[in-house]
């Protein structure tokens, strides 16, 4: 069975404090995409989480990438802003309309970000689910959905994403709940204790307690160790992996992925 595809990065691309840590301190901004994309697996991508964006712009970042790189792309936060999610088709159409299709193959997740006070409602869950497509224009789409509210550490919430495909960020944050369990064909894990004393974000023990976890869903197999909250486990499969630095020591984050990619490769 060949395993996933593993890949490391960071939540965007533009931060004062990345250059001369992660970019090169000559490197004009203009270029600061260029560097990124050829220096990372994937990046997620926020700007799409604030404003809406144009067909051109999706097309100018998938020009810049690479073969091989994939961008998550972060939802536009006002679609899942509305206190009941069954009513969110129009704003979450007219997102996915606006050009994320122009991304072509490096299109990977659609990360959609919950607020903290969301609380679990089966119903509610459900209808959303069905808002979310598999092919945009006749490009593949992934979903994955970050909870932030304990009552989605439940079975039910687990069930409903395994059907729909829709896979459960891993976070790695205390004040997140973990909720763990594989429900679709990747694995999308947002990795938010980055420290600013360790050069690396992550030390390196930890580093490769990831890479161990990451190498087991890119096999297919749920790792020991992580929180599941239902007693169904999915089938074995290979799965793709998308890990990004987020928040923590944002300072750090470049290096963390880029150490992280080493673990996996050292441990081939």
């Known amino acids: 069975m060949t395993a996933g595809i593993i890949r490391t990065g960071i939540g965007g691309w533009t931060y004062e404090p990345w250059r001369g840590t992660f970019y090169p301190a000559d490197l004009p901004k203009a270029k600061e995409l260029d560097y990124a994309v050829n220096h990372l697996g994937t990046i997620e991508i926020n700007g799409t989480f604030y404003r809406t964006q144009t067909p051109a712009t999706f097309a100018k970042w998938r020009d810049a990438a690479p073969d091989g790189f994939v961008y998550a792309v972060k939802a536009l936060q006002y679609c899942v802003a509305k206190k009941k999610l069954a009513e969110a ?17 490096k299109l990977g997740p659609i990360l959609w970000q919950f607020r903290p006070t969301r609380q679990f409602d089966a119903d509610d869950i459900a209808a959303f689910f069905t808002m979310l497509p598999d092919k945009i224009d006749g490009v593949a789409a992934r979903h994955a959905v970050e909870v932030r509210h304990e009552s989605f550490a439940c079975a039910d919430f687990v069930a409903l994403a395994r059907k729909h495909g829709i896979a459960i960020v891993v976070a790695d944050h205390d004040e997140h709940p973990q909720v763990c369990d594989l429900t679709a064909d990747f694995v999308y894990a947002r990795l938010m204790k980055s420290q600013e004393e360790t050069e690396t974000g992550y030390v390196p023990v930890d580093l490769a307690t990831w890479a161990t976890i990451a190498q087991s869903w ?20 290979p799965r793709d992996v998308y890990a990004y630095f987020i928040s923590g020591a944002k300072v750090r984050n470049p290096a963390a992925a880029k150490a992280l990619a080493e673990h996996l490769t050292a441990g081939d």
Do not use: C, M, T, W
């Open 218 to 237: 890119a096999e297919g197999v749920a790792p020991e160790g992580l929180n599941y909250v239902s007693g169904d486990r999915a089938p074995a499969q």
């Open 89 to 105: 088709d129009e704003s979450i159409g007219k997102f996915l309309s606006s050009g994320l299709s122009e991304l072509g193959d």
